[in-house]
């Protein structure tokens, strides 16, 4: 079992975001990537897409199933990890290296509702 | 997939072997099973080119007996059991009287009067049902389900001849595809079935559950040089897809006939009859208006059970099964299309969650062993 990074926040649908001032990195965590299995496919936005906090931003699909992937919290995507596209194994792996998104955030109070490591890792264990 | 009632969840012999392995497990047909032990892709690919043990305790055994115990099996079964001596098996599919599938099956000839079906795991109750009643006016013949009586280990792979052979005095190497000899595995009293579900050459291996751990221990360790690893059901169902067998359920149920499913070959045209023969007769000679096709996504995603096919900018289908798979790394799948379009080459649409997918009509299987 992979730590969870003291500084990520996570959700209970078990993304993490890397929040660096008004920007934040987005991906799933090690738990969602055991459940889901090998992975196949990630279908991203593209860069200028407004989301909302919760709002689903694309898909994940592994040989055995399809998940939503939903945004931590409200921002404009400001970059997307095109790699991903070619490599989604990369997701299993190395979960918490391999960011889906960057976003701007549009409404940086929503963080605070977020999970932090401990009450994460309470969650999934 | 999903847990329909609150009952709990059946466990086969091998169930503790299983959570003491590390495997994930998920209800599957009512059973605890492991969907996977290393991965789907590690595990698929060890069967395409070493060997890999499954767990199949959970599928369905039913036998019939009695002196018109094979006319019991002609009436409920579409394949002709007629063609099948002592020690031979043959697949086969359980019809309602519209030639559509209760379940498909295995049956085997254990003696000239005595058949061994083996029916999938959420289908058993209502296949003990349906056979009961079916086989009454057949005259002298009984069946019984005998599932709590097997457990079932599958070992498939190239390698599986090798893996399997020093463990018994059968002689397996002389075994043809569809046949079966009893004997020994690892000391125990064991039925080795030359068939299996992937695609790939194999066996099956009928004991008695109170060793079915010992058995599935020594296949591993008489395995272990050669690579061969413990397999869940998600691999199972990747490799059967490239093989393009019907998975009931999802490929064939109530609502398609054996024609429609491309499994012609599994009537028994010139048997008396039948459940399901008028109805199949009718239907081969009007022809049928859709059938099942395999295909290749041609955009990027997978097409998966019930997502929609459109052809000519009308719907004309429905896919039953599809996957990325692992071994030929493409998106592939099975569905049924109206019979205008399932010529090979012809090109459809598929709706992935409201995005249209160009897709290729293949020729079945996907995957076909080197002999």
């Not at chain 2, 595995?185 to 008695?208: C, K, L, M, Q, W």
């Amino acid at each position: 079992m992979m730590a969870y990074l003291a500084g990520f926040k996570y959700t209970k649908d078990h993304e993490w975001i890397e929040i660096a001032g008004d920007r934040g990195k987005i991906g799933i965590t090690d738990y969602a990537q055991q459940q889901l299995g090998d992975v196949v496919y990630i279908d991203l936005p593209e860069v200028g897409a407004a989301l909302k906090q919760g709002q689903s931003f694309g898909t994940i699909e592994s040989v055995k199933a399809v998940s939503e992937l939903y945004s931590p919290v409200s921002g404009d995507v400001v970059e997307v990890n095109a790699a991903l596209k070619d490599k989604p194994e990369v997701v299993n792996s190395d979960p918490h290296g391999s960011w889906m998104i960057a976003v701007k955030l549009t409404n940086p109070s929503e963080s605070a509702s977020l999970l932090d490591a401990t009450q994460y890792q309470d969650l999934v264990k | 997939m999903e847990q329909a009632t609150a009952a709990p969840l059946k466990k086969t012999p091998l169930h503790a072997r299983h959570r003491a392995s590390g495997a994930k497990m998920v209800p599957f047909a009512g059973w605890d099973m492991p969907v996977e032990y290393s991965g789907i892709t590690e595990e698929h690919i060890a069967v395409r080119t070493r060997a890999g043990v499954f767990d199949v305790s959970h599928m369905g055994e039913i036998e019939i007996a009695g002196r018109d115990a094979l006319a019991a099996v002609q009436r409920i079964s579409s394949n002709d059991a007629s063609k099948l001596a002592v020690g031979q098996a043959q697949y086969s599919g359980l019809l309602t009287p519209e030639g559509t599938f209760v379940d498909d099956l295995l049956v085997y000839r254990l003696a000239p009067a005595h058949f061994l079906l083996v029916v999938n795991a959420g289908n058993i109750a209502k296949d003990y049902g349906w056979i009961a009643e079916q086989i009454k006016p057949a005259g002298d013949a009984v069946a019984v389900d005998a599932s709590s009586r097997y457990a079932l280990l599958a070992v498939q792979g190239p390698a599986a001849l090798d893996v399997l052979q020093p463990l018994t005095g059968a002689d397996l190497r002389g075994l043809k595809y569809y046949w079966f000899a009893n004997g020994e595995v690892a000391g125990v009293r064991a039925t080795i079935s030359r068939t299996g579900y992937t695609g790939e050459d194999g066996f099956e291996v009928f004991v008695p559950p109170h060793s079915a751990d010992r058995v599935w221990q020594a296949v591993l360790e008489s395995g272990k040089s050669a690579g061969v690893i413990p397999c869940g059901l998600g691999a199972r169902d990747t490799l059967r897809l490239e093989a393009a067998m019907r998975l009931h359920g999802n490929d064939i149920d109530e609502t398609t006939t054996a024609l429609e499913a491309d499994l012609g070959w599994i009537v028994g045209w010139k048997k008396d009859d039948f459940v399901g023969a008028a109805a199949l007769r009718e239907q081969k000679a009007s022809g049928v208006g859709r059938k099942i096709v395999g295909f290749e996504m041609l955009d990027r995603g997978i097409a998966r059970h019930g997502y929609d096919a459109y052809a000519g900018g009308a719907r004309s289908g429905v896919v039953t099964s599809g996957t990325q798979t692992p071994y030929l790394k493409k998106a592939i799948g099975l569905a049924y299309l109206s019979i205008e379009h399932t010529s090979a080459g012809a090109e459809f649409d598929v709706d992935i969650r409201g995005r249209r997918a160009r897709a290729r009509v293949v020729p079945l299987p996907f995957y076909k062993r080197q002999r």
